[in-house]
């Protein structure tokens, strides 16, 4: 029997529904207690990102007219 467009509409907003959450719960397994956790018990804490430092001396540098290089 045919079906109205409204209850297929509402019957595949139910099952994306649905597989959104499913995702969304294998995600957090998926990450949970990894990256968040490391950045609570401070495991970043004692690396320095060089990188950063680097390209903040280089605009200074440029700021007062020298060479970055």
Same mark, same amino acid.
């Given at each position: 029997?045919?079906?109205? &467009?409204? *209850? /297929?509409?509402? $019957? &595949?907003?139910? #099952?994306?529904? =649905?597989?959104?959450?499913?995702? $969304?719960? #294998?995600?957090? +397994?998926? *990450?949970?207690?990894?990256? *968040? ?5 401070? +495991?970043? &804490?004692? =690396?320095?990102?060089? %990188? /950063?430092?680097? &390209? $903040?001396?280089?605009? #200074? $540098?440029?700021? =007062? %007219? %020298?060479? *970055?290089?």
């Amino acid at each position: 029997m045919a079906e109205s &467009a409204k *209850t /297929v509409a509402e $019957r &595949a907003e139910e #099952r994306l529904e =649905q597989l959104a959450e499913s995702v $969304r719960e #294998r995600f957090d +397994r998926m *990450t949970e207690g990894r990256f *968040t956790d490391k950045v609570k018990e401070g +495991r970043f &804490a004692d =690396q320095v990102d060089h %990188g /950063v430092d680097r &390209a $903040r001396a280089d605009e #200074r $540098r440029k700021k =007062q %007219g %020298g060479s *970055t290089s």
